[in-house]
C-alpha cells in the first residue's frame, strides 16, 4: 500500500512537472529571443510561484528588487510604475500595461496563449529573434 | 515437482488471459461509451452551429467582422445567445475569424470562462483550423495536447461563398473522465489482481529456485561431488531404462587404504577416483555414490555400439590403475572392479538390474579385481546376453531334455525331470548353468519357464507320463510368474495331475504363507509339489511346517557319499524314515553307480535318478521303462 502511495505520488508529482517543464521552455524561450546576448537575465517577479519555475531557467538569475531587473514578470501587480521591460501572465495586465509591456504569455481556453508588442519592444531596445517572431504583433 | 510447476504455469497462464480479456472488455465498453458520446456531442454540436450561423445570416449581410465591430450592440445580442450553448460539457462556444497574417482572432465569445474580447488574439495550436477555413467543411478536432478538453466542432461561417468566420464548440474533458471513473474501480480491482497474481508468480518463482537449490545440494554427495543416494531415488523414478546402460564400481582393497593410511586418505583417495572417473564420461553420464566405496553409474546407450559402457568401464579400470595418487608426500595406486548391466529395460525392475550389476561386480572381485565383468558367461559361450537369450525362446531354440526317475523295486521309469536346455545358432546346446544367472530377475527367464511349461504340458498330453519341472521359490512368489503357472496349469487342468513342480533354493522367508497358500491351490488341480536338494547345507526340515510337500529330492552330495560316509548314510536313513512318517515320496538324486543303488535299496528309499540308471533324453520312449 505504501508503495502505490509513493508511486501515485510521483505520478502526480511527473504529471505536474511536465505541465511546468512545458512553460519553463516557453519562458527559456522567450528569454533567449529577448536577451540572446546575455549569459545572464535578472528576473524580477510578483508570483511565488513562478519564482520557482523562473529561477530554474538556465542563463537566469532572479532579484530581490525591480531596479536591479532586466525584465519583470508580472502577473498580479497592476501599479508598476517603474521603467523596465515587462512581460505579463494574463490578457488583462497585458491590456492593462498595453503601452509599455513588450508581451505575455497566459493560458486561455486551455491553449497557451504567446505574444508580443512590437512598439513596445522597440521602445525597450529588444528584438523577438528566432522561432519567435510569429508571436510579435504590430498593433494591440 | 516439474508436474506442479507446469500447473501452476498454466493456471497462471490461464488467469492471466482471461484478466487481459476482463480488462479489454472495459477497455472496449470504455471506448464505446466515449465514441458514441462523441457521436452525440458531434450530432449536437452540428445543430448548434447550424443554428448559430443561421442566426448570423440573419443579421449579417456583407462582412461580419466589418459588421460586428461597427455594432457592439449585435456583438453583445449574438454572444447573449451564444452562452445559452455553454454548458459543463460544451464548455467555449465562440466565433473566429482569421486576420490577413493568418492569425485567429475572437469575433464573438459565449464562453463564461476564459472569455476572449473582440478581436482578441487566439492561439489555435491546431492545423484543423485552416483546414476548415480553407475547405470550408466542418471539421472534428481530437483535442490531445489540451488537457481540458476531449474535442471540438468547427463549422466554417460562409458568406457570399466566402468563410468570415468559424463557429467553435469546444466539448470539455468532463463526460469522458466520468466514464473513465465509473469504469476505473473495475480497472483498480483488476490492477490489483494483477500486482496480487505477480506477487504470487514471484513467490511461486522464489519458491521453485530455493526448491531447486535445496533439492540440488541434497542431491549431491558433499565429499566426492557426485550424486548420492537421495539423487539415485529421484534418478530411478523418471529414467528411461532403454537409454542407459549400469556399472557398479568399487575400489579395490579400499579398507587397506583406510586402515594404513587413515581415513583422510581414503576421502582424499575417494574424492579424486570420483574426480577421475567425472573426467572420464560425458555430461549425459550420471556417476552417483552408491555406497562407501562403490559408485553407479548410468552411462547414457550409444546407439552405434551397444557394448560402449564396457569401453567406459575398461577406460575408467585402466586410467585409474595408471595413476599414482599422492597424499602427504605418500603414492597412493589404486584398482577399480566393475559389474555392468548391458540392458536395465530386461529386468523387471531398476533395483534387479542395480543387483545384476552388483552381481557381475562380486565376480570381477572373485576373479581377482581390477576388472570388468558384464555377464557370468561372458568370455567363452556364445550365449551371453540377454537378447540373444531372448531371440533364441522366440524361435523355438528351447528344447527340454527328460531324465528318467525310476521306482527302485520295480525298476521301473515312473515320471521324469524336465531339463531346459537353449541352441546356440551353431547348434551347439547350452545348459542352464550358463545361462540362468543371466536372466534371472528378468522377463526373459518368465517367458523361458512358460516355453518350458508349454514343452512339458505337450508332452505330458502326448505321451500321459509324469514329468516336473523346477521352479524357484522366488518364482512362486513373483506375481506374474506365479500367475502364468497357474494360468497355464488351469488350462490343461485335466492333465495337470501329471505334473509335479520342484522347489529349488528353499530358505526360510517372511512370506512363507502366501508360498503355502500358492502351492495348496496348485496341488488343488492335483500338482504334486517337490523339495529338491533336500538336506543339502542346513537340516531344513522347518520346510514341512509351511510347504505342503508331497515329494522330497534328496541332495547330490548326500546320495554321493553315501558308500563311503557314515554321516551321509545316517543322513539319508533319517530322511528315509522321517519321509515314510510324513508320508512323503523320496527320490535319491545323482545316482551313478550301482553301489550308491543298492544302499538306497536297503534303506527302502522308493525313486532313485542319476546317470547310472539314465541320461537326460530329448525323446521320451514308452518301452523304454526299465533299467
Known sequence: ?140 | MKFIVKIYLILFVIILLSMFDLYSLIYQTESKLTKNMEDLFVQQAQEITANIAHHLHEHIHKNLYLELKKNPQLRYQIEHSLTTAVTSNYKYVYVLYRDKYGNFRYLLDGSKQDKGEFDEKFSVISPEWDVAYNTKQPTIINQKKVDILSLTFLRPFVLNGKTEAIIAIDFSVNFPKKIKKATEPMREVLIYIFIAIGLLLSLLIYQIIVNYMTKKDSFIDPLTQVYNRHFLRDFLNRMHTDRYQLVMLDIDYFKKINDHYGHDAGDYILKNVAKLIKSLIRNDDILVRFGGEEFLLFVKKDTKNSKHVVDVAQRICSTLEATEFRFNETVIKVTISAGITLHIQHYKTLNDAIKHADNMLYIAKREGRNKVIYSQSNKNLDIKEINDIKEAIENKNIFCEFQAIYEIHTNRIVKYEALVRLYTYDKRVVYPKEFLSTIAHTAVYRDMTKAVLEIVLQIIREKSVYISINLNFSDILDDAIYKMVKDEIEMQSEIAHWLTVELLEYEPLNENRIVKKCLVDLQKYGVKIAIDDFGSGYANYDVFNFIPVDIIKIDASLIRNISNSSLSYSIVKSIASLAQELNIEVIAEFVDSKEILEKLESLNIQYAQGFYLAKPRKEIKQHDNTF
Request: charged share 25%; net charge positive; glycine share 6%.
Open chain 1, 1 to 140: 500500500m505504501k508503495y502505490i502511495l509513493i508511486f501515485t505520488l510521483f505520478l502526480g508529482v511527473s504529471l505536474t512537472a511536465s505541465t511546468i517543464s512545458a512553460e519553463e521552455k516557453i519562458y527559456t524561450s522567450v528569454l533567449h529571443a529577448l536577451f540572446p546576448q546575455k549569459r545572464q537575465v535578472r528576473i524580477w517577479t510578483d508570483d511565488k510561484v513562478k519564482q520557482a519555475l523562473l529561477k530554474n531557467i538556465k542563463g537566469s538569475m532572479l532579484v530581490k528588487s525591480k531596479k536591479d531587473a532586466d525584465i519583470l514578470f508580472l502577473y498580479h501587480t497592476s501599479n508598476i510604475k517603474i521603467d523596465k521591460p515587462k512581460f505579463v501572465g494574463s490578457y488583462a495586465l497585458l491590456k492593462h500595461y498595453k503601452k509599455d509591456v513588450i508581451g505575455g504569455f497566459y493560458w486561455q481556453k486551455g491553449r497557451p496563449n504567446l505574444l508580443f508588442l512590437k512598439k513596445n519592444l522597440v521602445k525597450n531596445g529588444l528584438f523577438v529573434h528566432g522561432s519567435l517572431e510569429k508571436y510579435v504583433e504590430d498593433s494591440f
